[in-house]
């Protein structure tokens, strides 16, 4: 059973525009929400993380939205450029619990075209 | 500072082999966990050492382990391998200390392996 369903798989944005990756999880549990940034080849990244006491965060041009009520969380990333292709991942997990143990989203695939 | 170093990065393995791949987490950082990618299943949690203790483990069978050494090293083993092990096993530390930048989960490049 996936626990954290990710959504679009891929997503195509022009240069300058937003793009949108929206996540929801199951388990009320969960209390950390990181993002991941993975280029071909290399390792995921960690982008930004948020806790579910905040219901937004921003860094640059990226920003999380967090909504508690809908178990949801959503990741915008705003002047979208060509260097933001990538695959980009939303997880979850539950770091009080004594295990760091992420749960990922299934990934979408961003290409911002010129 | 260094980041989390993967070895080796690529390796080709016959089915029924089995195969170590080896973990440097970044200095100072206490746990490793260990992850599987896939296309079709995407990124999955194999399990998560600490303090050179298994502290929990995914949804895999037996032929998949690990161990961590006391200067927090990591490695994995897969033994009797398949086909379907071709992946990406990516290695991730983390400080896991008290405070939540503490669990601040950084990964390594990864090691790609193709079982043929």
């Known amino acids: 059973q996936q626990q954290v369903k990710q959504s679009p798989q891929s997503l195509i944005v022009q240069k300058g525009g937003i793009s949108i990756i929206n996540c929801a999880y199951e388990n009320t549990a969960f209390d950390y929400f990181p993002w991941y940034q993975q280029f071909p080849g290399k390792g995921p990244a960690l982008l930004i993380a948020?806790?579910?006491?905040?219901s937004e965060k921003k860094e640059g041009r990226f920003t999380i939205s967090f909504n508690k009520s809908a178990k949801q969380f959503s990741l915008h990333i705003m002047d979208s450029q060509p260097g933001d292709s990538a695959t980009y991942f939303c997880?979850?997990?539950?770091?009080?619990?004594?295990?760091?143990?992420?749960?990922f989203g299934k990934g979408t695939k961003l290409s911002v075209i010129p | 500072k260094a980041g989390v170093t993967q070895t080796p990065r690529y390796l080709i393995k016959t089915r029924g082999q089995q195969v170590t791949l080896s973990c440097s987490p970044i200095?100072?950082?206490?746990?490793v966990s260990w992850y599987q990618q896939t296309p079709g299943q995407g990124l999955q949690f194999l399990f998560e050492?600490?303090?050179?203790?298994?502290?929990n483990k995914g949804n895999f069978p037996g032929r998949f382990s690990g161990r961590q050494f006391s200067n927090s090293r990591s490695e994995m083993n897969v033994s009797t391998l398949e086909l379907g092990d071709s992946a990406l096993y990516l290695c991730a530390s983390s400080y896991r200390g008290p405070t939540p930048s503490g669990n601040t989960i950084y990964f390594g490049e990864g090691s790609w392996l193709t079982v043929v």
């Open positions: 997880a979850a997990a539950i770091p009080g619990a004594g295990s760091y143990q992420l749960t």
């Open positions: 050492y600490f303090s050179e203790t298994q502290r």
């Open positions: 948020i806790r579910p006491d905040v």
């Open positions: 200095s100072g950082h206490r746990s």
